[in-house]
């Protein structure tokens, strides 16, 4: 069983650039790796942005300033696009992020969070271009995912707004369940079934 999740307030790391592609968040060459290595990928996680060709950090990077920290990601629209590598999200959990809010996900990377026990949160633009304006203002600002009641609050405004999450992933995000535990904790329920339905 994974963590389980229930509410978040985390301070934010901004990342105000739309269309992030999967090859952005983990390039290809390090997709050589057929298990989820979390430290491994998580150290790699924006590798090309993090790094400069000598391989000294590119100070430039939010990832590298001091100024921003926290479990929740900010990312403009679009994050997740290009090709379909679980390595993406692997990267995201592993770095230790545990929430990203965004106002677009492509839908194959949207689920491969879900799948990684991270929350792909989608908020409209103006809450989003707000959430940037705060953070900008004040990094130790703090926003609070709740996800039993499916919300996000901009706790230095008060503003809040409703997220969709599939029924399913809420469930096993809440119980800190992935797809085999939940069939495991269902196997009674399944078993009666095939009984009745031979």
């Not at 290809?28 to 290595?37: D, I, N």
């Not at 959990?93 to 996900?105: D, H, L, T």
């Not at 096993?172 to 031979?198: A, H, P, R, Y």
Request: proline letters at 4%; charged letters at 25%; a negative charge.
């Amino acid at each position: 069983m994974k963590q389980k999740f229930n509410i978040i307030t985390s301070t934010c790391v901004p990342l105000p650039l739309e269309n992030v592609d999967t090859d952005q968040i983990i390039p290809a060459r390090f997709l050589k790796a057929t298990t989820r290595e979390e430290k491994f990928f998580g150290d790699n996680l924006f590798r090309d942005w993090r790094f400069n060709a000598d391989g000294s950090l590119n100070k430039d990077f939010v990832l590298n300033d001091p100024t921003y920290s926290g479990c929740i990601l900010v990312a403009s629209k679009n994050f997740g696009s290009g090709s379909s590598r679980e390595h993406a999200a692997w990267a995201i959990a592993g770095y230790g992020f545990r929430v990203v809010i965004s106002s677009f996900f492509a839908d194959i990377h949207k689920n491969n969070e879900l799948n990684n026990f991270v929350l792909p949160v989608v908020v409209s633009e103006p809450f989003l271009e707000e959430l940037f304006r705060t953070i900008r203002t004040n990094p130790e600002s703090l926003v609070t995912v709740d996800l039993p009641n499916q919300t996000v609050t901009n706790n230095a405004t008060g503003k809040s707004e409703h997220f969709e999450i599939n029924g399913y992933k809420k469930h096993c995000l809440m119980n800190g369940l992935d797809d085999i535990d939940f069939l495991v904790q269902n196997k009674e329920k399944t078993e009666q079934w095939e009984q009745v339905n031979k």
